[in-house]
């Protein structure tokens, strides 16, 4: 049988890079042997808790996905027979998550077995809001769906609601319990609910889950530092300054303005004698200590939760800092995809409908492994947000010049077919210059300046500048800084809106709709920010409020304004004009096959330096082009780009094609295909 097997001794802890350095063929071939010992009780223990065909599929997923359970946790944990055993009771704990299941989402599973690539279909429109701001409720949110509906949407992203602890949270990210819905918003009751009425619209739930650190307030963090034995080493705490200076010698501070640092004295840890716990972000969230087992199984409990609670997708927060390294960034280290590879193939083998979402804003080579993109193809996460094409979008724009995004877009490596990117144009974030040095110095240009231009352009310090953006973290000895401000703000539209410039406005909707274009049709999944259908600008009220007012990010987080979506179906008003156009991207979106997100995207140089093209061939379809002028002068580029290809999205009708060129106007972008 499977039993609840708790670690010999010489389990804990990671075994590093000695299991690693093991030929590949050798730890296949522990594993193989693993499972041949697990098979005939596992069978036993199925047929008892799930019974019949529900039974004979849990068996077939631990048996396709063993190898991706095991050869994780045997580098990360394995000494001696304690991979087993750890093996045995997480399987354990998947069978007793599945038995738990409730029928609507067994069915569910059993619908994702077929369609295991749902999350690729065209027909996916996300949508990003706060549950508060949104709606109010999770109550309220119900009375929203309709909103959703009329934008195609099959994707709600819920930001952070689980209960995050009393005063400053980091915005919902200092979660204090797991099991708990924030009490402002609802219960877990009303999280079902939700989840179900969702389902029956047929859309999915994303909820946030923050997998690299707890708040202070956690139960495990109460219970590590009350030296309960069942959260000895789920937290790091040294008693002096040598470990955290040597940490820190290297590692980036992500808020060096109020939190710099990683590490936070904690009177009352070590028993009382006081020591250095370990925090990458806040004082008040506590790092997880990964190299102990006990916390991947406390954190994968959690997971298959939240999963039996309706929640498809989970937008795995932090994951790049999970695993830690003396000498290194923090970031990206080899045990962070060996965690990710386990709890990816271990939900998997629970619930087959979830799929996870890496929250993974790094450089461009170190973002393609959180989708499983190694020198092996390793399943980690289904999804992970594009940053990288957020950033060049706007860096385009300010420029007028698509060269560093064509560039930089080109040099990326493929993705898995298996896993897609989640594209977007603004999020509840600041905006943080990923523009690499080589990419920037292979169209001419210095990165460090290229980077300063970008701040001083969307704060609106840059002349000309059409952007109304507030810096964010601004480190005044190194001149970093990251920006603020939301999208309608950032494209020249509340500046326009200001000044009463009617060009001026119409070119801020232009830039607008143009981001959209290229996030509704470059492939994968995108993302639609709360409010940006409806072009609402910065909301200044969070300066009214102490526990937000230190922070700008709040500004690009609106309170939904029913005013500006009353308008929504009026074609002479800007909010009319957005939401029509997002309805017709939606649309269009569903029929082009091509945009299935399996389809790989190939980014194509041109002899204008304004156009950014792009253009994708799913098997079972034609070709599509993707065109988006980035300037604010008319372009064109080489007919034979769109020889053989209708217009079926544009602004301005069929593209039109002369002297052997293709031309858009300013501010102009087309989808094109196969008839």
């Known amino acids: 049988m499977i039993e609840d097997a708790r670690l010999p001794p010489e389990g804990h802890g990671p075994s590093g890079d000695a299991t690693r350095r093991l030929p590949d063929v050798e730890r296949r071939r522990r594993a193989a042997a693993s499972l041949r010992r697990l098979l005939p009780g596992l069978r036993r223990d199925a047929e008892a808790a799930l019974g019949g065909t529900d039974a ?85 949110v119900t009375g929203r769906l309709d909103h959703l509906a009329e934008l195609g949407v099959t994707y709600l992203h819920l930001m952070p609601l689980l209960k995050p602890r009393e005063g400053e949270n980091d915005g919902g990210y200092a979660v204090a319990d797991h099991d708990a819905v924030d009490p402002r918003l609802g219960t877990m009751a009303d999280l079902e609910h939700l989840a179900g009425e969702l389902r029956a619209r047929g859309m999915s739930l994303c909820v946030d889950l923050v997998l690299n650190h707890t708040a202070a307030e956690h139960p495990w963090a109460r219970g590590w530092l009350a030296g309960d034995p069942r959260y000895a080493g789920f937290y790091t705490a040294f008693a002096d300054r040598e470990m955290p200076d040597a940490y820190e010698a290297t590692t980036p501070d992500v808020f060096p303005d109020r939190a710099p ?14 020591g250095w716990v370990r925090t990458t972000f806040w004082d008040y969230q506590w790092d997880l200590d990964y190299s102990n087992p006990e916390v991947f199984a406390a954190m994968l409990g959690t997971v298959l939760r939240l999963a039996g609670h309706g929640v498809e997708i989970l ?53 393609v492994p959180y989708l499983g993109g190694h020198d092996r193809y390793r399943p980690e996460c289904e999804l992970a947000y594009h940053n990288q094409l957020m950033v060049l979008l706007w860096s385009s724009l300010a420029t007028r010049d698509a060269r560093l ?96 410039d009617a060009g001026a406005l119409e070119a801020g909707i232009r830039r607008l709709l143009l981001l959209h274009a290229v996030v509704y049709g470059y492939g994968g999944v995108p993302l639609l920010y709360s409010g940006d259908e409806l072009a609402l600008r910065n909301d200044v009220s969070y300066l009214d409020d102490p526990a937000l007012a230190d922070d700008n990010r709040w500004m690009h987080r609106p309170w939904f304004d029913d005013r500006p979506f009353a308008r929504r179906r009026d074609p002479s008003t800007v909010e009319g004009r957005l939401f029509a156009r997002l309805r017709e991207f939606a649309a269009v979106r569903a029929e082009q096959l091509a945009l299935h997100a399996g389809a790989p995207t190939d980014v194509l140089e041109t002899d204008d330096p304004a156009v950014l093209v792009w253009r994708r061939r799913h098997p079972r379809s034609g070709t599509f082009v993707g065109l988006a ?35 858009l106007p300013a501010l102009g972008f087309a989808w094109l295909a196969e008839p």
């Open 56 to 140: 004979v599929a849990f068996v077939a997923r631990v048996e396709r996905s063993y190898p991706d359970v095991h050869l994780p946790l045997d580098a990360l944990y394995g000494r001696g027979s304690g991979v087993d055993a750890l093996t045995r009771r997480l399987l354990r704990v998947a069978l007793d998550a599945a038995a738990a299941r409730p029928p609507e989402l067994r069915a569910l599973d059993r619908r994702r077995e077929v369609d295991p690539r749902w999350y690729q279909d065209p027909r996916m429109v996300g949508y990003v809001a706060y549950t508060d701001r949104f709606a109010g409720t999770l109550a309220g």
């Open 629 to 663: 002028n980035l300037s604010d002068r008319p372009a064109s580029v080489d007919a034979g780009l769109v020889a053989g290809l209708d217009t079926v999205l544009s602004l301005d009708g069929p593209v039109p094609v002369h002297d052997g060129r293709a031309h």
């Open 261 to 274: 640092g990683s590490f936070t004295w904690v009177p009352r840890a070590r028993g009382g004698a006081g």
């Open 315 to 367: 937008r795995c927060d932090a994951v790049p800092f999970l695993g830690k390294r003396l000498g290194t960034n923090g970031q990206n280290q080899p045990e962070v995809h060996d965690l990710l590879q386990a709890l990816h193939a271990l939900t998997t083998v629970a619930a087959p409908a979830t799929v996870l979402k890496a929250e993974a804003i790094v450089a461009p080579e170190d973002l």
């Open 405 to 500: 995004a064509t560039t930089a877009l080109r040099r990326m490596a493929p993705v898995p077919a298996e896993a897609s990117w989640a594209t977007y144009v603004r999020c509840h974030d600041d905006i943080g210059w990923a523009v690499s040095d080589t990419d920037a110095g292979a169209v001419g240009w210095d990165g460090p300046s290229h980077r300063r231009f970008l701040n001083d352009f969307y704060s609106g310090r840059f002349p000309g500048s059409f952007a109304q953006g507030a810096l964010f973290q601004e480190n005044p000895e190194t001149g970093d800084a990251r920006i603020s401000g939301s999208a309608a703000s950032l494209c020249g539209i509340s500046d326009a809106v200001d000044r009463g």
